[in-house]
Nanobody
Framework: QVQFVESGGGLVQPGGSLKLSCILR???????????MAWYRRAPGKQREVLAS????????RYAKFVQDRFTISRDNAENTAFLQMDNLKPEDTAAYYC?????????WGQGTQVTVSA
């Protein structure tokens, strides 16, 4: 089964940092390397939102305004892995974080990794 597996979440104080990782397990060929990757999050009671995306070669990136200058997306196509460096975290960043292609593939959603920002 092909699925994204996220890791790296946890409890962090406001102003702190975390680096999330996700790997596309079960992938064959260049399915990962050929796609734009994105990170998403869903907070309790809210809809899923896109945070950042990166094209297949890594040349172009896009960020939501509310994470611009705080979050950095990157990828390692050789390892089918994407990363999200999160700095200056705020309580409102508390959510479950997911990665997927952009546009997302319904079949590949993983379990996500929980990020909690609290003093």
């Amino acid at each position: 089964q092909v699925q994204f597996v996220e890791s790296g979440g946890g409890l962090v104080q406001p102003g702190g940092s975390l680096k999330l990782s996700c790997i596309l397990r079960g992938a064959i060929g260049t399915i990962f390397a050929d796609q734009t990757m994105a990170w998403y999050r869903r907070a309790p009671g809210k809809q899923r939102e896109v945070l950042a995306s990166m094209t297949s070669t890594g040349i172009y990136t896009r960020y939501a305004k509310f994470v611009q200058d705080r979050f950095t997306i990157s990828r390692d196509n050789a390892e089918n892995t994407a990363f999200l460096q999160m700095d200056n975290l705020k309580p409102e960043d508390t959510a479950a974080y997911y990665c997927n292609f952009d546009p997302s593939s319904a079949n590949y959603w993983g379990q996500g990794t929980q990020v909690t920002v609290s003093a």
